[in-house]
């Protein structure tokens, strides 16, 4: 599906504003998007505002890919979730915007998170937006709208964000190319885009996935090696319990792959098929696994001690 099409579905307040605004050629200069998961929403404002092809973005055209890829040469992108947004930030928009067109069409600036900017940064973007310059486009995102200076929002168009569905999610992280088996986990154990960038391309998240293969493999091949794998592989290499609520969560997808590839249902894990068709298992003892792993995860959560709990439920399981 075209995310167009996507959008149109899932969030429908903001693709008719856009729709009315590019047809009517009344594109506000600023725009403000409130909600979580507003990240590709935003770029594909950008997109829509230098598209070859169609009144709204066509994600295919050269121009649209260019955006995608922060390669567009009038395109400038700053994220506060990974770093506050400063005044020399905003003083260097102002600059690069000041001299001629490197493209000959709109020159954009889209600024993810805002709420996390410096009050000087604040003021600077206040100014930026009170004389607005003939071509130049700003695309905010907040989740925050409480923490955005009410003259901010007041010069910009603010569109409110449905909550964010999986289904965009996934769509979000498939650009990221990554492997099907991480789009997968990553949309089932998060909500939105920023909370599980940190797990994209990680070596963290990749030894954790093998060892979610493992214990499986050591549950029902290798059963006498099960303690002994996970103590000196996984809670050598994880100590913190964050990571390992997070192995427990991951696991408790596997087990229930084993229920899907039964009945060919799409696998959370596809790379792991040939392991879940040696496996055959009563549903009810699945059942009973993943109760138990769910139980350990909820008590790692009240602060118990991390080795203790895994080694019980690993008696136990
Ligand atoms: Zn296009």
Known sequence: MRYKDLLKQEQPILYQILLQSFKNQKIPHAFLLVGKNARQSAHFIAKSLICENDILACDQCNECRRIDEHNYGDFIYLNGHDETIKKNNIEYIQEQFSKSSLE???KIYLMENIENSTVEAMNSLLKMLEEPTEGVFAIFT???LNRVLPTIQSRCQIIQLLPGS???LREELKKADIAEDDVN???ELFTDYDECKSYIDSEDFDKLKNEVYHFVDDLYFHRENLIIDVQTHLLKDFK???S????LNMLVL???DLFHVKHFMNLTYPSFKSLYERI???EENIINKINLILETEYLLSTNANVMLLMDSMMYRI
Not at 244 to 247: D, L, N, P, R
């Open 104 to 106: 000959g069409k709109a």
């Open 142 to 144: 907040c989740q925050n």
């Open 166 to 168: 999986q289904k965009l």
């Open 185 to 187: 986990v990553l949309s």
């Open 240 to 242: 913190d319990k964050d």
């Open 244 to 247: 390992i609520q997070f192995f």
């Open 254 to 256: 596997a087990l229930r």
């Open 280 to 282: 055959d298992d009563q």
